[in-house]
């Protein structure tokens, strides 16, 4: 479906064929017209699919008509990163620059000149806020916003949201709304934390799912067949001739994070952390050193497996296998991007084979194992067809680390 085909404000599809948008992704083509009837919707979709101008378009479309309160909050967009904030804010400014539409990005990790100025455009009227929940209800708090007129609520990217831990944000800031609004979910992954959350807010929804799609095939997939005490020693044996240039290790839980980065520093690697007990001010001073060349590799939790714009990294290592295949796809996802070339290695302890051979059934194909370092010792077989017993078959010398952190709990742990 082509957008000229959408029955939208002349001025909305002035600006869509400026910014040269002329066919629908697949969420946007099954998406928009539920949207366009007033229904609420749950959209399943990963990072890169077109979901924000799924739910943008609609809105601006209603918006553009004029017959909605002026001066009032009539649309809130909830994400959970300022980064997020920040583009979705853009794409606003783009979609609606031929229109009386106006917005404003809500964020914290700033100073109170931007505290300000938020407050002012409030003041001012504004039709669409985009807000990250904690610095949202700072405003609510201090009686700067008002909420009461809003007709349209949409959540974005609602699992990373659940995550960081802002359910309770969250539900604070949906009691503020009115109770007849058009709501929204979107989130990459449907755990029953989202269903839940979406039988509270939502009405009736109709739901669009797109399947996850395949990684990029500029993406080098390999893995290594190792046991837990081989991993770090395996990432001391890739650098040891040469530095590494830009490098996520992804692991599911933010204690074993934390230990990672101890564990590579000792090494003198220029290494960085990101998960959840970071404040936003500490999360931005670090992602600024990882892409200015400050620090060279970054050791994360999920939380950074989407919506994080860095089209130059190297080498993406999954220090532990994913809880699922989506989460494979989005975090070796963030290198090979912008036609860019790019390598992802995994790591598979014999408690993660099966896991991994999940995967593999996902790819349609299997990854190439990468035979470990000799001077490593013997690694296990692989066989994930196959029930081990954690610990059965370790060599002499090779200590069980014990159940692997995040399994089962990556809700709590990053």
Not at 212 to 237: H, M, T
Not at 307 to 321: A, E
């Amino acid at each position: 479906m082509r957008f000229d085909e959408l029955d939208f404000e002349p001025a909305l599809l002035d600006a869509i064929d400026a910014m040269n948008f002329q066919d629908c992704t697949p969420i946007q083509e099954q998406a928009i017209p539920y949207l366009l009837e007033g229904r609420d919707l749950i959209g399943v979709a990963q990072t890169g699919t077109g979901k924000t101008a799924a739910y943008l378009l609609p809105v601006l479309d209603k918006l553009s008509t004029g017959r909605y309160p002026e001066g009032a909050v009539n649309c809130l967009i909830m994400v959970p990163t300022r980064e997020l904030a920040q583009q979705i804010d853009q794409q606003v400014e783009g979609f609606s620059y031929f229109t009386n539409v106006s917005s404003t990005a809500v964020y914290g990790g700033n100073d109170g000149i931007r505290f300000e100025q938020e407050k002012r455009g409030f003041a001012m009227g504004t039709d669409i806020v985009v807000a990250t929940p904690g610095r949202l209800i700072s405003h609510i708090s201090l009686g700067n916003i008002d909420l009461s007129k809003v007709s349209f609520f949409i959540l974005d990217e609602a699992d990373r949201m659940l995550d960081m831990g802002f359910f309770d944000d969250i539900m604070q800031i949906v009691r503020q709304l009115p109770a007849k609004r058009q709501n929204m979910l979107f989130s990459a992954t449907m755990p029953q934390e989202i269903q839940s959350m979406a039988k509270t807010i939502l009405h009736n929804p109709a739901e669009v799912k797109i399947a996850v799609s395949r990684p990029a095939d500029k993406i080098l997939q390999a893995a290594y067949v190792c046991y837990e005490a081989q991993k770090l020693r395996i990432i001391q044996s890739l650098f040891q001739e040469q530095s590494p240039k830009r490098v996520i290790v992804f692991s599911s839980a933010k204690l074993k994070v934390k230990e990672i980065t101890k564990s590579l520093r000792r090494m003198n690697m220029s290494v960085g952390e990101m998960h959840s007990d970071l404040s936003q001010e500490e999360r931005d001073d670090i992602m600024l050193k990882f892409r200015n060349g400050h620090i060279n590799m970054l050791v994360a939790t999920d939380i950074v497996s989407r919506g994080i714009d860095i089209d130059d990294i190297d080498l993406v290592i999954n220090y532990d296998v994913p809880h699922d295949p989506e989460d494979y796809v989005h975090r070796i996802g963030r290198t090979a991007r912008a036609g860019a070339e790019g390598c992802a290695l995994t790591f598979v302890s014999q408690d993660e084979q099966t896991q991994f051979g999940k995967i593999e059934k996902f790819l349609g194909k299997p990854v190439f194992k990468v035979p470990v370092p000799a001077e490593l010792g013997e690694a296990p077989e692989y066989q994930p067809a196959k029930a081990r017993p954690q610990g059965h078959g370790k060599p002499h010398g090779h200590k069980s680390n014990g159940p692997r952190k995040g399994n089962g709990s990556r809700r709590q742990n990053q």
